[in-house]
């Protein structure tokens, strides 16, 4: 890992995916995510999954998570019932930055989320495939994108399939830092297994060993009239 001496050093947080039973039957899911407020300091105005940073002495993340899903939303978890899916890290960049474990939960029988009106002001229920289709809509931020990519198969099939998934995922676990790399009107954010990670990216690294299980898929995100879109590199590993 490299370190930029300017670079913020990110807080331990969580953040959780919540599960239901998507409406019309069947085994499919769908998740939940809350807006967050346009004045806020990180991802304004996004639609995100819960979650925040740790307070001090949780050195077991899913207890933050489960604290943030209550405080956040009025949902009782225990942290147990709190499984491990991916590890995201914010860009050096960003002057408010995060190490997050991203969980994966069912909603308990009888409980109901509701966004607080403070830090969030708006909620909404999209299987993942739906959530993908409004990613523009939703201002979705790349983890986000990048979560119900990897978690849709998994979703269409059930909770069962979701939690085999997150087990296999928390077996090959790595962190995912993206990299800033300028291209020409624009930039690009890069994921670990991307061919310009190390070669182009700018910024802190966390370096993916290559045919790690993980690297798979889209590599990159691109900004686009404000939306993010999660594109495949060029062909050449140098082309812009």
């Known amino acids: 890992m490299t370190t930029a001496d300017a670079a913020v050093q990110p807080r331990a947080a969580s953040t959780v995916v919540l599960f239901r039973p998507a409406s019309g039957g069947g085994p499919a899911l769908e998740v939940y995510l809350v807006r967050r407020h346009a004045r806020s ?15 001090p002495g949780e050195e077991d993340l899913r207890v933050t998570g489960a604290r943030e899903l209550q405080e956040e939303c009025g949902v009782v978890l225990a942290p147990e019932d709190l499984h491990y899916f991916a590890h995201w890290v914010t860009p050096s960049i960003e002057k408010r ?38 990613a523009a809509e939703l ?23 979701v939690v085999a998934f997150c087990a296999g995922r928390a077996g090959i676990a790595h962190p995912i830092l993206p990299r800033l790399c300028p291209l020409e009107g624009g930039f690009a954010l890069l994921l670990p297994w991307d061919p310009d990670y190390a070669a ?18 889209p590599s990159r995100f691109l900004l686009e009239e404000g939306a993010w879109k999660h594109v495949h590199a060029p062909s050449s590993p140098s082309a812009g």
């Open 41 to 55: 300091g990180f991802m304004a105005s996004a639609y995100v999954f819960p979650g925040g940073a740790a307070e």
């Open 97 to 134: 930055r995060f190490t997050a474990r991203f969980y994966a939960a069912r909603l308990p029988d009888g409980q109901t989320p509701a966004f607080d009106n403070q830090e969030t002001v708006d909620e909404v229920w999209v299987t993942p495939e739906a959530g993908l289709a409004r």
């Open 139 to 161: 201002r979705l931020p790349p983890p986000q994108i990048r979560t119900l990519l990897d978690l849709a198969p998994a979703a269409a099939q059930g909770w069962d399939a």
């Open 200 to 217: 182009r990216g700018t910024g802190e690294a966390i370096e993916m060993a290559p045919g790690h299980p993980l690297g798979t898929g």
